[in-house]
């Protein structure tokens, strides 16, 4: 078939297995571009498939020779429809990790049920005996209690009163004032339950239960803070609450990592294209605006040169690993510089739907939108007629 993007919403319903493909080749190289990486030997990934998830993986193969195991939901094709953007990031992976000479492996399925976490520490104890890093990088509208069979569905909503401002359709560019309801009690602790660091916890007490942990073993999850601008409706609303359970149980989890000689933490990242952060109202606007400061300043970062920022210059850098007054790693420092969010301010307020373009990278935000589903990216034949059922080597679990 020749595929084509077809969107509903901040929602793309096909996937280009090629572009998909040419993205994951693009990382390797810069990876590869960039100095060795002394780190970790082998690797867990919980959300291997796309975003931090996937960078962090290349990075630890590609940067540091290290072993890998990649646990996603499956998402390959079916009855002539393309597979998942992640299904399709993880078949290249998985090849050109084979073709490069490493072990890497993916288990397949949701991450939340006790049942894939028992088979992942099998698939470690066989392949690898034990894993010295754990990557938690799971994006989820939605979470299933394995133990309760209770489902909580996530809210990104303001909290204590109606939250008012610009957003942007990024697909026709039309700027429009918005208003949020705040979060009811219930669907903040939905939130925080699916959001927050259960589930993270829960990988950690499986994993060390199973005996396939190091001593030294370093956890990492991701979190976000973001300018003024996105306050009322990210980190001060319901997702923030969830954020702050999971620096809480980061700490929690220290307390008992720790006494081996292990470490968790929560990494602040910068505020990149992804398929969450396009469903939240304001954002996209605002990471139009920090765009193009941030590439006029020379600064700005995708995932892949975030996470191997993440692990050269903080966590393998050789010393001491820099935390802030919270112990996060802060990998956001160039977006909340004082003079980025200085000049994202002074965009904001003047921004309409007639000078959208103009003041800000809208077109930038708009093509990696679609290149987080393989397409609009360059040396790919987009009228090429595909197989999309492509399968992802080394899937034995």
């Known amino acids: 078939m020749i595929i084509k993007p077809r969107t ?23 990876v590869k571009s960039k100095p060795a990486v002394k780190g970790p030997r082998n690797v867990l990934v919980i959300g291997a498939s796309t975003g931090y998830g996937l ?98 569905t996530s809210t990104l909503k303001p909290i204590g009163e109606t939250y008012t401002n610009k957003t942007v359709n990024f697909h026709t560019g039309e700027v429009s004032e918005i208003s949020i309801e705040p979060a009811t009690p219930e669907e903040i602790e939905a939130t925080v339950r699916v959001m927050g660091g259960d589930d993270w916890k829960s990988w950690i007490d499986a994993l060390s239960a199973g005996d396939v942990l190091t001593d030294d073993v370093v956890t990492v999850a991701f979190s976000y803070i973001g300018s003024n601008i996105t306050q009322a409706i990210y980190r001060q609303g319901s997702i923030g609450q969830a954020k702050d359970h999971l620096e809480a149980t980061a700490r929690q989890m220290n307390e008992e990592l720790g006494s081996k000689g292990g470490q968790a933490y929560v990494a602040v990242c910068k505020a990149l294209v992804t398929q969450s952060s396009s469903a939240i109202p304001v954002v996209p606007l605002y990471m139009s605006a920090l765009y193009k400061v941030m590439k006029e300043k020379g600064i700005h970062e995708g995932c892949i040169e975030q996470m191997y920022r993440m692990f050269a210059d903080r966590l393998y850098n050789g010393g001491d690993t820099p935390v802030d007054e919270k112990d996060r790693l802060r990998l956001d420092d160039w977006e909340m510089r004082d003079d980025v969010q200085s000049e994202v301010s002074t965009i904001w307020n003047q921004l309409t739907t007639d000078n959208v373009y103009e003041l800000t990278d809208l077109e930038g935000y708009r093509k990696e939108f679609f290149q987080l589903f393989g397409f609009e990216t360059d040396g790919v034949d987009y009228e090429a007629d595909l197989d999309p059922d492509v399968k992802v080597p080394n899937a034995k679990y």
């Open 55 to 152: 960078s962090a993986r290349i990075v630890a193969a590609f940067g540091a020779g290290a072993n890998t195991i990649g646990v996603y939901r499956d998402g390959g094709s079916v009855k002539g429809r393309t597979a998942s953007a992640g299904w399709y990031n993880s078949a290249a992976f998985e090849q050109a990790a084979q073709e490069a000479g490493l072990k890497s492996f993916s288990v397949i399925g949701d991450a939340f049920t006790n049942e894939l976490k028992a088979d992942t520490v099998e698939a470690i104890r066989k392949e690898f005996g034990k894993v010295d890093m754990v990557i938690y990088s799971v994006a989820a509208p939605r979470r299933t209690d394995p133990n309760t069979g209770e489902t909580y």
């Open 8 to 30: 509903r919403g901040f929602i793309c319903t096909t996937a280009h297995p090629a572009g998909c493909a040419r993205q994951v080749q693009e990382q390797i190289e810069y």
